[in-house]
T-cell receptor, first 109, second 114 residues
Framework: AQRVTQPEKLLSVFKGAPVELKCNYSYSGSPELFWYVQYSRQRLQLLLRHISRESIKGFTADLNKGETSFHLKKPFAQEEDSAMYYCALRSYNNNDMRFGAGTRLTVKP | DAGVTQSPTHLIKTRGQQVTLRCSPKSGHDTVSWYQQALGQGPQFIFQYYEEEERQRGNFPDRFSGHQFPNYSSELNVNALLLGDSALYLC?????????????FGPGTRLTVT
């Protein structure tokens, strides 16, 4: 069964500090992994996906199939990064998108 | 382009009633997916519509049904409402069915069942 686990509900860091939001998944096939972000009073929006291997707003995420993880990282957090972050999984032949419960990131000044 | 729009913004219903939620996809998109987001949880996939047919369904009872119109807009219907159906209902649209296509989310409809 597809499952996405985000172990931290809340994460707080100071501005300029590195940040890592954890995501672990369980899936037997070839998944596509995503990170979505929801800023205050805004709608859910795609931040990045593993196939594009991009860096968006300074965030990167590497798919580690051995550890079944897709952690989101940023070397220097900014206050505007404060938001709710969701990790999500979808298989290539199944459009059932599974989301984790989310991590609320707060970047303190 | 207003992006994905949903109506109404919020509504209150009584247990046992029926409700219809509406979604208009982003311009150029032909695929609509619906999600239920309970408080403190991530979105849960309900179903997906493409070419006016339900293509994929999550683990939701038959009380949840949908429809897609020729203009690609969609409705989500929930019958015999339960208190546990209280949630934020999100609509997402994409261009086609491929898993790699980006989904754009609407602002959601907040449903409260009393």
């Amino acid at each position: 069964a597809q499952r996405v686990t985000q172990p931290e509900k809340l994460l707080s860091v100071f501005k300029g500090a590195p940040v890592e939001l954890k995501c672990n998944y369980s899936y037997s096939g070839s998944p596509e992994l995503f990170w979505y972000v929801q800023y205050s009073r805004q709608r859910l929006q795609l931040l990045l996906r593993h196939i594009s291997r991009e860096s968006i707003k300074g965030f990167t995420a590497d798919l580690n199939k051995g550890e079944t993880s897709f952690h989101l990282k940023k070397p220097f957090a900014q206050e505007e990064d404060s938001a709710m972050y969701y990790c999500a999984l979808r298989s290539y032949n199944n459009n059932d998108m599974r989301f984790g419960a989310g991590t609320r990131l707060t970047v303190k000044p | 382009d207003a992006g994905v729009t949903q109506s109404p913004t919020h509504l209150i219903k009584t247990r046992g009633q029926q409700v219809t939620l509406r979604c208009s996809p982003k311009s150029g998109h032909d695929t609509v997916s619906w999600y239920q987001q309970a408080l403190g949880q991530g979105p849960q996939f309900i179903f997906q519509y493409y070419e006016e047919e339900e293509r994929q369904r999550g683990n939701f009872p038959d009380r949840f049904s949908g429809h897609q119109f020729p203009n690609y807009s969609s409705e989500l219907n929930v019958n015999a409402l339960l208190l546990g159906d209280s949630a934020l209902y999100l609509c997402a649209s994409s261009r086609g069915l491929a898993a790699s296509y980006e989904q754009y989310f609407g602002p959601g409809t907040r449903l409260t069942v009393t």
